[in-house]
């Protein structure tokens, strides 16, 4: 029998590059999982470090006569092995699992040292991505003690084992693959049923049939599996699920057979405080909150998560998009990265009945055009998933730029868009608009909505919510509409709200926070839901429950406010101090009335479900609850705005017809890009981009350009429009 011993205790570490001799003095003691970036990762400061830090430790030889494996559940980004002063592995790539075998060069006192390294480079993925890239030894690290005869450990971080059902009309074919080190007898068990084969050339396959198997069927039901196996007094096994999956262009995601609308959020794997080094415990958090709005899927973004996250996925039904960090920036020298980590992906993930698909990359053209190597590096990727699983399809998230007529669309057996219109560009509307254009034009293939959300800080409340103004309440507002799109369109096989959770971005600096992306629904902390959390929760959570919106913004100046209410009940009833003043029929959302004079407690009642919060008039409004430098500016008034004129009402299309008025726009675009250079970058001869801006209006153009446009400036553009005729 194989022993597993935790390695997580008794570490020192240092920044240095430096593979000590014997054990440091003066070094940092830690307990793992670890990252060096918990702190500089996350508040968007210039000391973020990202280089080379060293792990090291002392230890006995382990009572064993056997082999012995040194196990890395995560160490990012690239990886060195040393003991006792010889360098025994490398590895490149930060969120997979990968082994060393140490039993040669063991002796009766050992020092283990590992060199991690998250620095800059341009190979190993990922190198730009809108995401912090910790460094360290973030999850476990166990020493595995095996007979010397053993099933595989080494080779992509295997189990040793691979399980393949496939479930035709009541029964389940099973195969059970494994490897070993040798060849011998190996015994298989599948539901009670024992079958022992020989293996050959260290490999070996045993084939079961299950009669009326009981179906994995997600959310529902979801039933588990175990196949074990036994070699040589080695043992090993692996959960996993009988279901289909099937992908309909007009209908959607299949499960079993049936529709089953693929309906959940994107998850990053780290935390305020703590980054990426996460234990059980914070994964188990994360699941119960995914679970608690009724989601039934879970986009893995952007990298391979821990194997304990996968297997809380398995037990509690959701469907998973596992993907690699091939993300952002195309590499030249960096396909050798994404085909390893892809295998390792597909190796170590294999038998997770949960994953319904691989994702080859994610907004692969957001730094760049599409060029014939990055289109050979996804058809590599593409052929290798094929290769390793004849199972599941590829899928691809594109960026919302990304011509639809691009051939990369159809590098993937299946697709997805990831679309901002109404926060970082264009209107709500445009959402309709792109899939209902490309469902038409393309009603053969499967497309998806991979990402979409806006920034949240919850301090920010408005009573009238806009675009850009970081508020709660524009947050709600957004959901609310992409909810009722997503709704309308059960052509999608899936939707993924952007993001479960708010998560490290070392690089931004807006919304009022620095280092952070507030599009979760959840705080970075997890202490917070936002109030758009109980909006999915009224969609697809079958838990009675209500809840009152608005609850921090407590002071408000208006003499008459709206309260809004989120249940999955059909009636929901207000009282203000006490006093019934309304109730109404609906689905989701409510909305009411209530004058303010004072203090007032509110509570909302559904059912036998009530909330409460307490609210009071101010004479002004609360300068905290606001962005500074975010007020929404009124570059005109109506009484000075002639309809028959241009103005920045009219689109940027219409704009660029007219010769004159094209000339005027142009000289004030110039400082809109200089503030959005992204976005006019990537618009630079891309039909795509420049026909969703050309139906875009002027104003809103330039709301989006933020405080590099000023209000004077506006002011001057709009008076010189308006002095052009539109006849």
């Not at 560009?425 to 038409?440: C, I, P, S, T, V």
């Not at 920034?455 to 957004?478: H, L, M, R, T």
């Amino acid at each position: 029998m194989r022993e597993i011993i935790s390695f997580n205790e008794s570490w020192f570490f240092a920044k240095t590059t430096e593979v000590p001799s014997g054990m440091p003095q003066g070094w940092e003691a830690v307990t793992l999982p670890h990252t060096w970036n918990a702190a500089d990762g996350q508040d968007g400061g210039n000391d973020y470090f990202r280089g080379t830090a060293m792990y090291c430790k002392t230890f006995p030889r382990p009572e064993w006569d056997g082999c012995v494996f040194l196990e890395l559940k995560g160490a990012a980004m690239t990886t060195d092995v040393y003991l006792n002063g010889k360098h025994l592995a490398h590895h490149e790539g930060g969120y997979s699992t990968f082994r060393v075998e140490l039993t040669k060069e063991l002796r009766e006192e050992n020092l283990l040292c590992i060199a991690v390294d998250n620095g800059v480079n341009d190979r190993v993925y990922p190198q730009k991505a809108d995401f912090t890239f910790y460094g360290g030894l973030y999850r476990d690290v166990n020493l595995i003690c095996v007979p010397i005869q053993h099933f595989e450990l080494v080779k992509d971080g295997t189990p040793g084992i691979k399980v393949t059902p496939v479930v035709k009309d009541d029964k389940a074919f099973v195969t059970v693959e494994t490897w070993q080190n040798g060849d011998g007898e190996v015994t298989v068990t599948v539901a009670d049923e024992t079958k022992t084969v020989l293996s050959k050339d260290g490999c070996a396959s045993a084939e079961f049939l299950l009669e009326n198997p009981h179906l994995w069927d997600g959310v529902n039901d979801p039933y588990l599996y175990t196949a074990s196996a036994v070699f040589q007094g080695d043992e090993i096994s692996a959960c996993f699920g009988c279901r289909t999956f099937a992908f309909d262009a007009q209908k959607g995601f299949l499960l079993n057979g049936k529709e089953y609308p693929l309906r959940g959020v994107s998850r990053h794997q780290d935390r305020k405080g703590m980054g990426n080094a996460l234990t059980m415990r914070e994964h188990r958090e994360d699941m119960e909150l995914i679970r608690e709005i009724g989601a039934n899927t879970v986009r893995l973004a952007h990298y391979q998560h821990a194997q304990e996250f996968y297997d809380l996925c398995d037990r509690y039904g959701m469907v998973v998009w596992a993907e690699i960090p091939y993300i952002t920036q195309h590499m030249p020298n960096g396909r050798e990265n994404t085909v390893s980590q892809m295998r390792e992906l597909i190796t170590q993930c294999y038998n997770h009945p949960c994953i319904c698909c691989w994702g080859l990359s994610n907004e692969i053209t957001a730094s760049g055009a599409v060029t014939e190597d990055m289109m050979e590096n996804h058809r590599i990727l593409n052929d290798l998933c094929h290769r390793m699983d004849v199972t599941r399809p590829t899928t691809m998230a594109h960026v919302f730029m990304l011509e639809t007529d691009s051939p990369l669309t159809q590098a993937a057996d299946i697709g997805s868009y990831n679309l901002y219109f109404g926060w970082y560009l264009g209107e709500l509307e445009q959402n309709e608009k792109f899939f209902d254009d490309y469902h038409a034009k393309y009603p053969e293939r499967v497309i998806g909505f991979s990402e979409y959300g806006a920034d949240a800080n919850v301090q920010f409340q408005s009573s009238a919510p806009e675009k850009g103004d970081y508020s709660e309440g524009y947050q709600c507002i957004y959901h609310e509409h992409m909810l009722q799109c997503i709704e309308k369109r059960p052509y999608l096989w899936a939707s993924h709200v952007w993001n479960m959770f708010d998560f490290a971005a070392d690089g931004r600096d807006e919304g009022g926070k620095k280092g952070e992306n507030q599009k979760g629904l959840v705080t970075f902390d997890r202490t917070i839901k936002k109030d758009a959390f109980y909006l999915y929760k009224a969609a697809w959570s079958k838990e009675p429950f209500v809840h009152l919106c608005g609850r921090r913004y407590a002071n408000r100046a208006e003499e008459k406010t709206e309260i809004k209410v989120y249940s999955n009940q059909k009636e929901v009833s207000l009282f203000v101090d006490n006093r019934e003043i309304a109730a109404k029929s609906g689905n989701r959302v409510f909305t009411f009335e209530v004058e303010l004079f004072g203090e007032h407690e509110i509570m909302a009642k559904a059912g036998a479900c009530t909330d409460c919060m307490t609210i009071r008039k101010v004479e002004k409004a609360d300068e905290s609850y606001r962005m500074m430098g975010g007020d929404v500016v009124n570059w005109f008034e109506a009484d000075d705005f002639d309809p028959n004129c241009f103005s920045i009402r009219d689109t940027l299309g219409t704009l660029m017809k007219n010769p004159t008025t094209g000339a005027i726009v142009g000289k004030m675009m110039q400082a809109a890009r200089a503030s959005r250079g992204d976005v006019a970058e990537a618009a630079a001869g891309n039909a795509n981009l420049e026909k969703m801006m050309a139906g875009m209006s002027l104003q809103s153009l330039l709301k989006q350009a933020g405080p590099a446009i000023k209000p004077e400036q506006i002011q001057s553009l709009n008076a010189a429009l308006q002095k052009i005729r539109k006849s």
